[in-house]
C-alpha cells in the first residue's frame, strides 16, 4: 500500500479536526465534523481510525493541488440534553 507522506516545514500548522465516529453492522464510519468530504469505515474503530488519518492526509494533498482552501477546525461542539420518553405507544 502506497502512504503518503506530508513534509513537516518550519511553516506547517497542526490542526486538530474533530472526529464523529458511527457504530455500523460491519464496523465503524468515521467523519470529519469540520470536514465532511473526509469519510471512511472501517472493521473495528482503530483501523477506522488509522483509515481516517490516511484520508485527511490525500484530502489536505488534493486540496493543495488544486488550490482550495483547507478547513480548519472552527467547529464550536456542544452536547445538548433531550428526555427520552421510552413509553412505547399502541398501534
Known amino acids: 500500500m502506497l502512504r503518503t507522506q506530508i513534509s513537516r516545514e518550519a511553516n506547517d500548522i ?21 470536514w465532511p468530504e473526509v469519510v471512511t469505515e472501517g472493521s473495528d474503530l482503530d483501523e477506522c481510525r488509522a483509515m481516517l488519518r490516511d484520508a485527511l492526509q490525500e484530502m489536505v494533498l488534493a486540496y493543495r493541488d488544486l488550490g482550495k482552501e483547507i478547513p480548519s477546525r472552527n467547529a ?16
Open 76 to 91: 464550536l461542539i456542544e452536547q445538548i440534553p433531550v428526555e427520552i420518553d421510552l413509553v412505547s405507544e399502541s398501534a
Open 14 to 34: 497542526l490542526c486538530n479536526y474533530t472526529v464523529e465516529y458511527t457504530i455500523l453492522t460491519n464496523g465503524y464510519m468515521g467523519q470529519l465534523v469540520e
